[in-house]
């Protein structure tokens, strides 16, 4: 039937009268806005409202204009009677109109108004909701009243907890029940109300409750979706977590300090082996927590060291989108006075001495941790660490590079990678209880996927679990071997060919997985280890050592805060359409992003926060193919950042082009970039090319030629 026109089964009367109701409702509409303009608020101004809504219950303006006639009458009416009677009506009115359309957002929004008035019968409101879910038990408005309702008249959770069930118990599949149920356990939970004294014994429950609904139908997915909201309260950590510093814990930098630029050279030990890296700004200290937090200051951080002057450091969120972040950065910059060479200091960094750093969900840093690192300050040098790039451009791909021979007895296998051990002892019982509900739970899944072996929600549940089970058993965030990653991969796989319509979350969820297992050992990181001997260096102190994740078919990038220490990043050839958390590479000096899916120059934006970077491929991508940008609501455009001026904007730039410009000078303004490549993007133009080189007066290679700025 598709790509057939429609034949009107209607005659020529039926017609007619569809004319008639139309031009009767526009003479409604008509007259409603002429009393709406001129503020008159009759009696019979009001009855036409009412008959309008009843016919259209859309038109939000009604619903206002109704709003501003109760206004004047509570302002003007000393007899609260009749201000009763007037409210009654505005309730009988929002039946109506509910009648005619049980989800209209305005007829709801309009009853929570007037019963928050505090003039109405609650009683009433339970009986009529009864009523509205008796018709349709799903209708998610009616709960979302429901809870209004019950909120005002501070109704009991229990018996509200006891309503959910009776409704659960009639339809399993009732997701807005479900929904609703999820809603009164927190609070409950959160507020040890309802006769809930442990949380454990109530969860248990209700995993034996959902069960029933999953075995029932697996194919249905609100068991599944109250399922994922079970187990996100089963592993829920009481706040965040700092999860890696740089640099980490237990190490030391040999650091050799050029007095006349105030630059540093310094070496550390990397998983590659000794690395080095130039600071000219100060060495970083970058700090990774488990979820985004603000509050991290001078005040809740205190780092101690006689390399210290006197001033506190300055730290800031490396995060475009405001004052939170997973990461926060802070300059360490060594004195240009009092200090020896050839000996060692220690710099010690107390985290969370006071209350202060508190995630976005509102959970205080609750774990006091202390770090301990040194600085092994050597003789003075004038020596200069190169990476200008002046002779030959960087080659990004060809013979040059070679497997990384690493020297096992120098850098064992179980090379210390800073890992921050998380103390469980505190709460044993409970986690004995999370290890044996996910024990449980994951035998539920399987015995399903006997009965079902293609049920997509079984296959994704238990994918969680397992994930779950391995972070739980870890000891801390690196140690111990994800016991069940294989499996976990092979289920996606699975959901990828049996579900294709969710291909990639799908997608996404392997990307984070693989990388997991790539970075979570210094074993499994080996094969990924690359050296380039080759010229055109960033430094010149040793042989360039490269991360290589190329052509690993990635959609999404995780676990960064294992990979801090990584200066040389090679992750082309995937399918990349975001790099966001990116910016948490400090030491970050060379990336490849070529032969991905980034679809604009802002989709590049965390990289302005990594001020180490020098080098950089973004060639064959998708910049420039789309004309709207929807990453703007994500990072930095020109209608949310106050650091861009007009001013900065090319005043020659066509009207045309204005976009793009946009997105060039807010993205790599304040880069110091030594070489950029852009091939092979539709944005490739000699504008783009003329305005990059505007923007980046430190370039000195675009695409691999030598640009010369006095042409």
Same mark, same amino acid.
């Given at each position: 039937?598709? *790509? ?28 409603? /806005?002429?009393?709406?303009? #001129? ?12 008959? %309008? ?23 003007? #009416? ?20 509910? +009648? ?17 008035? !505090? ?6 409101? /339970? ?30 959770? #229990? ?35 309802? *006769? ?53 814990? &237990? ?27 130039? /600071? ?14 603000? @509050? ?25 989108? &405001? ?38 969900? *509102? ?46 007895? +120098?850098?064992?296998? #179980? ?64 140690? $111990? ?28 969820? /392997? ?12 074993? $499994? ?30 959609? @999404?990038? &995780? ?29 970050? !000096? ?68 204005? &976009? ?38 430190? %370039? ?12």
């Amino acid at each position: 039937m598709h *790509g057939r026109p429609r034949k009107s089964s209607r005659d020529g009367g039926s017609q007619e009268k569809d004319m008639a109701k139309a031009a009767g409702l526009q003479s409604l509409q008509t007259q409603f /806005f002429k009393n709406h303009q #001129e503020k008159i608020y009759t009696k019979e101004a009001l009855q036409l409202n009412a008959k %309008l809504l009843e016919i259209n219950p859309e038109i939000y303006t009604a619903w206002n204009y109704r709003k501003l006639a109760i206004k004047q009458l509570l302002e003007s #009416e000393p007899d609260s009677a009749v201000i009763k009677q007037s409210l009654d009506e505005e309730l009988r009115v929002v039946e109506r109109a509910l +009648k005619r359309n049980y989800k209209s957002y305005g007829a709801w929004h309009h009853r929570k108004w007037v019963i928050a008035l !505090g003039y109405s019968s609650l009683d009433h409101e /339970f009986q009529l909701l009864d009523q509205f879910l008796k018709a349709d038990s799903r209708n998610f408005h009616g709960w979302n009243y429901r809870r209004f309702v019950a909120e005002v008249k501070k109704s009991c959770d #229990e018996d509200e907890l006891k309503f959910t069930t009776k409704k659960i118990n009639e339809n399993f599949s009732n997701y807005s029940a479900w929904h609703n149920r999820s809603a009164l356990l927190s609070h409950m939970l959160k507020n040890k109300s309802g *006769g809930i004294s442990a949380k454990e014994q109530e969860l248990t429950e209700e995993y034996e409750l959902v069960r029933q609904a999953l075995f029932t139908d697996s194919e249905d997915q609100s068991g599944w979706f109250y399922h994922l909201w079970l187990l996100g309260q089963t592993i829920a950590p009481n706040g965040p977590k700092l999860e890696m510093s740089w640099p980490c814990n &237990g190490s030391q930098l040999i650091i050799d300090f050029n007095e006349q630029s105030h630059a540093y050279v310094s070496a550390f030990d990397t998983p590659f082996g000794t690395d080095h890296c130039m /600071f000219s700004e100060g060495i970083p200290l970058v700090l990774h927590f488990s979820e985004p937090v603000k @509050g991290v200051n001078a005040s809740t951080v205190r780092v101690k060291s006689l390399l210290l002057e006197s001033e506190s450091l300055v730290w800031r969120p490396l995060s475009p989108h &405001g004052l939170q972040a997973k990461t926060w950065v802070a300059m360490l910059k060594l004195p240009s006075t009092n200090f020896r060479a050839g000996k060692i200091y220690t710099i010690q960094i107390r985290v969370a001495d006071t209350f202060g750093i508190i995630s976005s969900n *509102g959970y205080n840093f609750a774990c006091p941790t202390v770090l301990n690192f040194s600085l092994d300050v050597h003789t003075i040098t004038t020596r200069s660490p190169g990476g200008n790039f002046e002779t030959v451009a960087l080659a990004w791909e060809g013979e040059s590079f070679s497997p990384l021979d690493i020297d096992e007895n +120098k850098f064992p296998i #179980e090379l210390h990678l800073g890992s921050l051990s998380i103390d469980r002892s505190e709460n044993q019982e409970n986690t004995e209880w999370q290890q044996e509900t996910l024990d449980r739970e994951i035998k539920v899944c399987r015995e399903l996927l006997e009965i079902e072996m293609d049920c997509k929600w079984a296959k994704l549940t238990l994918a969680r679990l397992l994930i779950a089970q391995d972070m739980l058993s870890s000891g801390s965030i690196l140690q $111990s071997k994800r016991m069940h990653t294989d499996e976990v991969l092979q289920l996606f796989n699975d959901l990828i060919e049996i579900d294709p319509s969710h291909a990639e979350y799908y997608k996404d969820q /392997f990307s984070l997985i693989l990388l997991d297992k790539v970075s979570r050992r210094k074993q $499994s990181l080996q094969e990924y280890c690359w050296e380039s001997k080759g010229t055109g260096s960033l430094s010149n102190v040793g042989p360039n050592k490269w991360l290589r994740l190329h052509g690993l078919s990635l959609s @999404g990038i &995780g676990s960064l805060e294992q990979l801090l220490w990584v200066q040389r990043l090679d992750i082309s050839h995937n399918r990349l359409q975001s790099i966001d958390g990116l910016e948490a590479l400090q030491l970050l !000096g060379c990336l490849n992003l070529s032969h991905n899916l980034l679809a604009n120059f802002t989709s590049l934006g965390p990289l302005r926060l990594i001020k180490t970077l020098k080098a950089l491929n973004i060639a064959h991508n998708k910049i420039g193919a789309h004309s709207v940008d929807s990453t703007r609501y994500s990072f930095p455009s020109a209608l949310n950042n106050s650091s861009i001026s007009n001013a900065d904007i090319d005043r020659d730039t066509d009207q045309e082009n204005l &976009g793009s410009s946009w997105e060039i000078t807010i993205t790599f303004k304040g880069l110091h970039l030594s070489q950029l490549d852009i091939a092979g993007n539709p944005a490739n133009d000699e504008n783009c090319r003329r305005l990059l080189m505007k923007t980046l007066p430190s %370039l000195k290679w675009l695409d691999g030629t030598s640009i010369n700025r006095c042409s």
